[in-house]
T-cell receptor
């Protein structure tokens, strides 16, 4: 079992819609959770982090964490074509190791 | 400080040759990580340093891979006797130390990635 699981997609949404990206993790002791965006051929860049149960909003992005269900999600409101990228979920586990999912590819259609 | 710097950005080599990648982290970051990423996959942990100490090394890392971080500043990742399966993007990331579970504005407990070094083994 992988430490972090994501649906590889692609997830296609029309411009202006809400994109919902999901992630599950296996280690109950995980403390911090991250969403990175990666454009093709580029390195990952941090979008948001969350470490408390509930929602955290930053502009058009909302991260949601449910530790009981070991579930993290990212909502992107008013999706733009420039949001088209692969979204990586990352979890910080024991010994300061960060585990990444395989990413979900998002396509926002104009 | 302009972020995490990696060199070279691209390396093409023949099977059996040795290659070395260099990473210069953000200056105030004491933790440095190496990841490998292949097409369609997420970054895969290779190893990490806290200051000059290599604290963790992936079991997936064969003996052909070695990493160093002398003086706790820049780091090098060497791959000996390269194989075609080594072709990948090698990503370096750094972070600073912070309270467990907390992310601070200084970048504590958050990975900041460099642009990566793409290796092609022919």
């Amino acid at each position: 079992q992988k430490e972090v699981e994501q649906n590889s997609g692609p997830l296609s949404v029309p411009e202006g819609a809400i994109a919902s990206l999901n992630c599950t993790y296996s280690d109950r002791g995980s403390q911090s959770f991250f969403w990175y965006r990666q454009y093709s051929g580029k390195s990952p860049e941090l979008i948001m982090f969350i470490y408390s149960n509930g929602d955290k909003e930053d502009g058009r992005f909302t991260a949601q964490l449910n530790k009981a269900s070991q579930y993290v999600s990212l909502l992107i409101r008013d999706s733009q074509p420039s949001d088209s990228a692969t979204y990586l979920c990352a979890v910080k586990g024991n010994f300061n190791k960060f585990y990444f999912g395989s990413g979900t590819k998002l396509n926002v259609k104009p | 400080d302009t972020g995490v710097s990696q060199n070279p950005r691209h390396k093409i080599t023949k099977r059996g040759q040795n290659v070395t990648f260099r990473c210069d982290p953000i200056s105030e970051h004491n933790r440095l990580y190496w990841y490998r990423q292949t097409l369609g996959q997420g970054p895969e942990f290779l190893t990490y340093f806290q200051n000059e100490a290599q604290l963790e090394k992936s079991r997936l890392l064969s003996d052909r891979f070695s990493a160093e971080r002398p003086k706790g500043s820049f780091s090098t990742l060497e791959i000996q006797r390269t194989e075609q399966g080594d072709s990948a993007m090698y990503l370096c990331a750094s972070s600073s130390y912070g309270p467990a579970g907390k992310v601070l504005s200084s970048g504590a407990n958050v990975l900041t990635f460099g642009a990566g070094s793409r290796l092609t083994v022919l």
